[in-house]
T-cell receptor, first 117, second 116 residues
Framework: GAVVSQHPSWVICKSGTSVKIECRSL??????MFWYRQFPKQSLMLMAT?????????EQGVEKDKFLINHASLTLSTLTVTSAHPEDSSFYIC?????????????FGEGSRLTVL | DQQVKQNSPSLSVQEGRISILNCDYT??????FLWYKKYPAEGPTFLIS?????DKNEDGRFTVFLNKSAKHLSLHIVPSQPGDSAVYFC???????????????FGQGTILTVHP
């Protein structure tokens, strides 16, 4: 099946620094990628929809200036957590839809665990 | 507003028995439903899906049932195995064609523990 890769799988950073997480579709092109966030013992929450070549669409309550999303190519989307704080510590997961795939069938990355000290 | 709800946070089952995970939804525009399995520190993996035109879909040990009138779906795992122990999320998607195409709404998840 299609593979979506995230990097880094985990990162520890100091408060106030920025962290970039990459999401790559390895064997298919994705005009749309999605970024989710999961807090412990909670559901996956959609943060934003990343559109290749255009601005991302953010969900209500998600700060677009804090969570910068760039989708520069059909195989790469990046999420940058700017001026990270301990409350940003979470598990961030991306997903991508194969252009030739079925409705609703998404392929997920392995996730990136962010810990802000 | 939680549009997809999994009201049981956890479920414990004996190996070999049936596991039944439940999910309710409120958005009548949802027409495609999926179940994902997630191990700690990993991304979710797709298990099985069902379109609203069906009421049952089976794949090996996994069967998903959809009751549209009740806005309820369930995942049956038979027989349950210890390796099935994980968090299970149900998810729903609105119809294709709009800007929400591919966007999933997840339930809170149910922790399944299968005891040997």
């Amino acid at each position: 099946g299609a593979v979506v890769s995230q990097h880094p799988s985990w990162v520890i950073c100091k408060s106030g620094t920025s962290v970039k997480i990459e999401c790559r579709s390895l064997d298919f092109q994705a005009t749309t990628m999605f970024w989710y966030r999961q807090f412990p013992k909670q559901s996956l929450m959609l943060m934003a929809t990343s559109n290749e070549g255009s601005k991302a669409t953010y969900e209500q309550g998600v700060e677009k200036d804090k969570f910068l999303i760039n989708h520069a190519s059909l195989t790469l989307s990046t999420l940058t957590v700017t001026s990270a704080h301990p409350e940003d510590s979470s598990f961030y997961i991306c997903s991508a839809r194969d252009l030739g795939g079925f409705s609703g069938e998404l392929f997920f990355g392995e996730g990136s665990r962010l810990t802000v000290l | 507003d939680q549009q997809v709800k999994q009201n049981s946070p956890s479920l414990s089952v004996q190996e070999g028995r049936i596991s039944i995970l439940n999910c309710d939804y409120t958005n009548s525009m949802f027409d495609y439903f999926l179940w994902y399995k997630k191990y700690p520190a990993e991304g979710p993996t797709f298990l099985i899906s069902i379109s609203s035109i069906k009421d049952k879909n089976e794949d090996g040990r996994f069967t998903v049932f959809l009751n549209k009138s009740a806005k309820h779906l369930s995942l049956h795992i038979v027989p349950s195995q210890p390796g099935d122990s994980a968090v299970y999320f149900c998810a729903a998607s609105e119809g294709a064609g709009g800007t929400s195409y591919g966007k999933l709404t997840f339930g809170q998840g149910t922790i399944l523990t299968v005891h040997p």
